[in-house]
């Protein structure tokens, strides 16, 4: 079993529905990471999470550190949102464990 | 302005030979990391180095080798030793965590542009 499990694995969408993505995880951890890897491969980090909540436009990230769960949504989608979204979580003694992603594709 | 640096974008290798894949950082990160993405798969840990002079292995390290002379450098080599070589490598760096330090607390993560290897 993974240590840092993403659902669902692939996602399509309606342009300007909301949309969430879960991450779960087993360790023990000081931080969890949503990251955006885009086609050319480039990956760009949206949110850096240790508890609560965090918005930046359109994109929240919540994280329930007793539960060991993470989602990342997406309000009013677009089609540039088009992309692999990574969960990974950053271990105690720095190690970073990633998630398989989640491929979302939005269609207009 | 700063960021990651990685070269070359594109390598073609023959088998039996040995390739490096820079990655420079200029954001004065001391943790920096490589990964291999294969085709559907997530990022696999390859090496980390949290210090200069410091490195060690991750998940999947047989075959590649590393080294941190320099902060701001983290060159991989793919060894003739590392029997499917074929994949895309990204390399990245953070700023550690310190502990009970919130002050002190960074962390933020930061990722070149990849590296695509192909063995011919």
């Known amino acids: 079993k993974n240590e840092v499990e993403q659902s669902p694995q692939n996602l399509t969408a309606q342009e300007g529905e909301f949309i969430t993505i879960n991450c779960s995880y087993s360790v023990g951890i000081s931080a969890l990471h949503w990251l955006q890897q885009h086609p050319g491969g480039g990956i760009v980090s949206l949110f850096m999470?240790?508890?609560g909540k965090k918005k930046h436009g359109r994109l929240i990230a919540t994280i329930n550190i007793q539960e060991k769960h993470s989602s990342l949504h997406i309000t009013a989608s677009h089609p540039r949102d088009s992309a692999v979204y990574i969960c990974a979580v950053r271990e105690y003694g720095n190690k970073l464990v990633f998630g398989a992603g989640t491929i979302l594709r939005v269609k207009s | 302005d700063g960021g990651i640096t990685q070269s070359p974008k594109y390598l073609f290798r023959k088998e039996g030979q040995n390739v490096t894949l820079s990655c420079e950082q200029n954001l004065n990160h001391d943790a920096m990391y490589w990964y291999r993405q294969d085709p559907g798969q997530g990022l696999r840990l390859i090496y980390y180095s949290q210090i200069v002079n410091d490195f060690q292995k991750g998940d999947i390290a047989e075959g590649y080798s590393v080294s941190r002379e320099k902060k701001e450098s983290f060159p991989l080599t793919v060894t003739s030793a590392q029997k499917n070589p074929t994949a895309f490598y990204l390399c990245a760096s953070s700023s550690p965590f310190l502990g009970q330090r919130r002050d002190l607390y960074t962390g933020e993560l930061f990722f070149g542009e990849g590296s695509r290897l192909t063995v011919l």
């Open positions: 999470l240790s508890s």
